[in-house]
């Protein structure tokens, strides 16, 4: 991936028309929290699970069954994402957080394992750094601190881009929105069948959500914040939707490492052929890297 390489689109077109349930045993009905709708699933170690942008709660339905026995999955559905009803904020992350905390405190997970994909591996971050040894462990799946950076932006110019994205989005007509939920879906996976549903969910999520919510992860810099992270933290990268662009694993590994240098002791792998959503694109192999990492002591 090259500095100019945007990965917006890893992020702006995100997944599906409704929250897919999977058939099983130890599983409750989503229950509501604050704006959050939570399935609880399994017995055993609390594991938060945090979709990405646009994206609905099943993004995490077969990580979930592969991870069983001995795991509590609580797979959280953002509002306003995939169907989901949509609250209205001008701090979208911020007030994700805040819920989330919330959620850990409510139901009394002790020190539980995070693990997000995309906007909710940035939700991720942002929660064991405002509460430091509150989150056992930390599973971040192709997200980054910084995601301006990749376009070689500062920090000002970055928040400067993100206001003018979001009126961009805003002012979208609905072709030109359904167009670029399209576009921005042909990065995210391998497989067809789940490239349309990442287009479907894109098309249910409600505009000014995702504006703002994409606008704010074009904005945020959370560099300065990671050294604060007391969680070991797994970090699982994507590059093989950028090889036509240039892109290697090496070239992509080093923008993850450097991006994730001020986060002591993070651990971060690549995989060797999946795109966006590696939970679907390299199943086994982020189910053997979590497994593995949730065994370490």
């Known amino acids: 991936?090259?500095?100019?390489?945007?990965?917006?689109?890893?992020?702006?077109?995100?997944?599906?028309?409704?929250?897919?349930?999977?058939?099983?045993?130890?599983?409750?009905?989503?229950?509501?929290?604050?704006?959050?709708?939570?399935?609880?699933?399994?017995?055993?170690?609390?594991?938060?699970?945090?979709?990405?942008?646009?994206?609905?709660?099943?993004?995490?339905?077969?990580?979930?069954?592969?991870?069983?026995?001995?795991?509590?999955?609580?797979?959280?559905?953002?509002?306003?994402?995939?169907?989901?009803?949509?609250?209205?904020?001008?701090?979208?992350?911020?007030?994700?957080?805040?819920?989330?905390?919330?959620?850990?405190?409510?139901?009394?997970?002790?020190?539980?394992?995070v693990i997000g994909h995309s906007l909710g591996g940035v939700l991720a971050l942002q929660m064991a750094a405002e509460k430091p040894g509150r989150i056992e462990r930390l599973v971040i799946v192709d997200a980054l601190p910084f995601l301006?950076?990749?376009?070689?932006?500062?920090?000002?110019?970055?928040?400067?881009?993100?206001?003018?994205?979001?009126?961009?989005?805003?002012?979208?007509?609905?072709?030109?929105?359904?167009?670029?939920t399209r576009q921005g879906a042909g990065g995210m996976s391998r497989d067809p069948a789940h490239a349309e549903r990442i287009v479907a969910w894109g098309l249910a999520s409600d505009r000014a959500t995702t504006a703002q919510a994409m606008s704010e992860l074009w904005a945020e810099d959370l560099r300065p914040l990671l050294p604060r992270i007391a969680a070991p933290t797994l970090v699982l990268g994507a590059w093989a939707a950028f090889e036509p662009m240039g892109s290697t694993l090496d070239s992509t590994r080093r923008i993850f490492e450097t991006q994730y240098a001020g986060l002591k002791g993070a651990k971060v792998e690549m995989s060797q052929r999946g795109y966006h959503f590696l939970m679907w694109d390299d199943a086994d192999w982020l189910v053997g890297e979590v497994k593995g990492f949730l065994a370490r002591r």
């Open 1 to 113: 991936m090259t500095r100019k390489t945007s990965r917006a689109g890893l992020f702006a077109a995100a997944v599906g028309i409704a929250t897919a349930l999977f058939a099983g045993h130890g599983r409750a009905a989503p229950a509501e929290f604050r704006d959050l709708r939570v399935e609880v699933v399994g017995q055993g170690r609390p594991v938060l699970m945090i979709p990405g942008l646009n994206s609905a709660a099943s993004t995490w339905s077969q990580t979930c069954t592969a991870l069983q026995p001995g795991v509590q999955c609580h797979i959280v559905q953002l509002p306003g994402f995939a169907g989901a009803p949509a609250v209205a904020t001008d701090n979208f992350l911020g007030g994700m957080r805040d819920r989330l905390l919330a959620y850990l405190e409510e139901r009394q997970l002790d020190r539980p394992v």
């Open 148 to 180: 301006a950076g990749l376009r070689g932006l500062s920090p000002e110019a970055a928040r400067g881009a993100a206001a003018a994205m979001r009126q961009q989005m805003l002012s979208a007509t609905r072709e030109q929105w359904e167009a670029g």
